[in-house]
């Protein structure tokens, strides 16, 4: 600092005025190894700067308003600035450390995939990059090369073809809500985390099924915790003229449910529920003691990450969960999660859901699209973020094909 100093005054006279100083680093990379410098602005004397500094009413390092910047230009001629090239220097070292990560990233990802053939290996990182698990990743090369030749494995066009059967067949459907028996209505319960769209989905259900396929629908919610979901149910009944029944208690459900014998289907909506509060999800199986559904969907929302979904389907499938229904395939970064989830969960894929519009903005959920969706080219936005190509086609609640391919 006192060499820099004397080096002040030499060059701008003894009555040099100092306006800012600070210490850096020069070389090295990520500021190790290398070498301490001082950066000091300064006048040739008091009487250079414009008035508002002398005062000391004006901030140095300006920039924010068009007075400051005025100041700034009048000050050129008058500093100097012992400038240091460390920022240049640290984002090339920056750039020069992402380009090694990277390349340290694909050489980890070629080690764990042992003799995968460079051919595969594109595929391979695009599943990865589509959120599939590295692991189901891996299985899914496998078996492609098992079932491909060497000359099939270098033609993308078979490889894309052969992948899209192999993942469709991993994907374990369970179609749509069963018809409805002779004696007694179909009961199917939506329980899920909080925030998933429960209340939402469960009104595309009733809607679909009491104007589409002209069934007689009852709805019955336990959510009593969100006033606006009452509300919300409320007028969703009101607009498909279907009977609504809000339960407090374990034993009024099941008076609710003998109290829609006529109906042919009756949809329980549910609380969301944290997957890691334990104590409200056993609260949950005390109002499924009291009545024990046909069907048990959990709703799981696909933009949730690899980790959260494996925990909640973990904790909520003592519930009895036998059907998986997915939302929010419309902002969705990949697909693959699905995938892994479906497995894990060990039930049925139902139904998903791609947007807020009620009755539309549902299907049926069948393996060929989501192959297809698992397998897709991601999109940029206008805004620059990145969103899933939609291939999902118009709402079909009957179980057949919903999906172009």
Same mark, same amino acid.
Request: with cysteine.
């Given at each position: 600092m006192a060499e820099t100093l004397e080096r002040v005054k030499r060059e701008f006279g003894p009555h040099a005025v100092i306006l800012h100083t600070r210490t850096a680093t020069q070389g090295g990379l990520l500021g190790v190894g290398g070498k301490p410098c001082v950066e000091i602005t300064a006048a040739r004397q008091m009487s250079d700067l414009p008035e508002p500094l002398r005062r000391g009413t004006l901030k140095v390092r300006s920039g924010q308003d068009g007075c400051a910047d005025g100041a700034a230009r009048a000050m050129s001629s008058s500093t100097k600035l012992v400038a240091s090239p460390l920022s240049d220097t640290l984002l090339s070292e920056l750039g020069a450390l992402r380009s090694v990560v990277d390349d340290l990233a694909r050489e980890s990802r070629r080690s764990q995939a042992v003799d995968m053939p460079r051919e595969l290996y594109d595929t391979y990182r695009k599943l990865v990059e589509n959120a599939v698990a590295e692991e189901l990743a891996r299985q899914l090369i496998d078996e492609l090369r098992g079932a491909l030749?060497?000359?099939?494995?270098?033609?993308?066009?078979?490889?894309?073809?052969?992948?899209?059967?192999?993942?469709?067949?991993?994907?374990?459907?369970?179609?749509?809500?069963?018809?409805?028996?002779?004696?007694?209505?179909?009961?199917?319960?939506?329980?899920?985390?909080?925030?998933?769209?429960?209340?939402?989905?469960?009104?595309?259900?009733?809607?679909?099924?009491?104007?589409?396929?002209?069934?007689?629908?009852?709805?019955?919610?336990?959510?009593?915790?969100?006033?606006?979901?009452?509300?919300?149910?409320?007028?969703y009944a009101q607009i498909i003229d279907v009977p609504l029944e809000?339960?407090?208690?374990?034993?009024?459900?099941?008076?609710?449910?003998?109290?829609?014998?006529?109906?042919?289907? !009756?949809?329980?909506?549910?609380?969301?529920?944290?997957?890691?509060?334990?104590?409200? !999800?056993?609260?949950?199986?005390?109002?499924?003691?009291a009545v024990r559904p046909d069907e048990m969907h959990l709703v799981l929302s696909s933009t949730s990450s690899e980790s959260v979904l494996r925990e909640t389907v973990q904790r909520f499938r003592k519930l009895g969960v036998n059907r998986v229904i997915f939302t929010k395939l419309d902002e969705a970064i990949g697909f693959g999660v699905i995938l892994d989830c479906l497995q894990k969960a060990e039930a049925g894929l139902s139904y998903v859901t791609t947007g807020q519009d009620v009755p539309d903005d549902i299907q049926v959920g069948e393996g060929k699209a989501l192959a297809k969706l698992i397998l897709g080219t991601p999109r940029r936005r206008a805004d620059g973020a990145t969103t899933a190509v939609t291939v999902l086609g118009p709402t079909k609640m009957s179980g057949q094909s919903s999906a172009v391919c």
């Open positions: 030749t060497e000359n099939q494995l270098r033609d993308p066009r078979i490889v894309r073809a052969r992948l899209a059967c192999i993942v469709e067949s991993m994907v374990p459907t369970a179609g749509p809500i069963r018809p409805p028996r002779r004696d007694k209505p179909t009961v199917i319960a939506l329980i899920g985390p909080t925030g998933v769209g429960k209340t939402t989905t469960i009104a595309k259900l009733a809607a679909n099924l009491c104007l589409r396929e002209h069934r007689r629908v009852g709805l019955i919610t336990i959510d009593t915790y969100r006033i606006a979901a009452v509300e919300q149910l409320k007028t809000v339960v407090m208690e374990p034993k009024e459900l099941g008076d609710a449910v003998a109290g829609m014998a006529d109906r042919d289907m !009756i949809l329980i909506d549910t609380a969301g529920r944290s997957q890691r509060d334990g104590y409200k !999800i056993e609260e949950l199986c005390e109002f499924f003691d």
